[in-house]
């Protein structure tokens, strides 16, 4: 059984940092691209970021570029963001994701909340 499971998520200052884990089972991990996307109460789902298998090139939207990090690691199965100068836009629910090799995204984490405050 897949499972993924995000945490780190929480209340924040605007200008303020947090760093989301997703820690990943059921599955070769290295063998999995990761994503994390959000979804704003109002809003549909968006991709933030993602990292290839086993790991290197990564993607960013261009709202978070310069302000968040995705990185991984495969010997703890997990994918990690780190966001820096957030701000109240970044208000949303975060989800991670994973797919094989360049396949549609087909495992989901259940989602971590982060609220920016202004």
């Known amino acids: 059984q897949v499972q993924l499971v995000e945490s780190g998520g929480g209340l924040v200052q605007a200008g303020g940092s947090l760093r989301l884990s997703c820690t990943v089972s059921?599955?070769?991990?290295?063998?999995?691209?990761m994503g994390w996307f959000r979804q704003a109460p109002g809003k549909d789902r968006e991709s933030v970021a993602a990292?290839?298998?086993?790991?290197?090139?990564?993607y960013y939207a261009d709202s978070v570029k310069g302000r968040f990090t995705i990185s991984r690691d495969n010997a703890k199965n997990t994918v990690y963001l780190q966001m820096n100068s957030l701000k109240s836009e970044d208000t949303a629910d975060y989800y991670c994701?994973?797919?094989?090799?360049?396949?549609?995204?087909?495992?989901w984490g259940q989602g971590t909340q982060v609220t920016v405050s202004s």
């Open positions: 994701a994973a797919r094989y090799r360049l396949g549609s995204y087909v495992y």
């Open positions: 990292i290839n298998w086993p790991g290197g090139s990564t």
């Open positions: 059921g599955l070769t991990f290295s063998s999995y691209g």
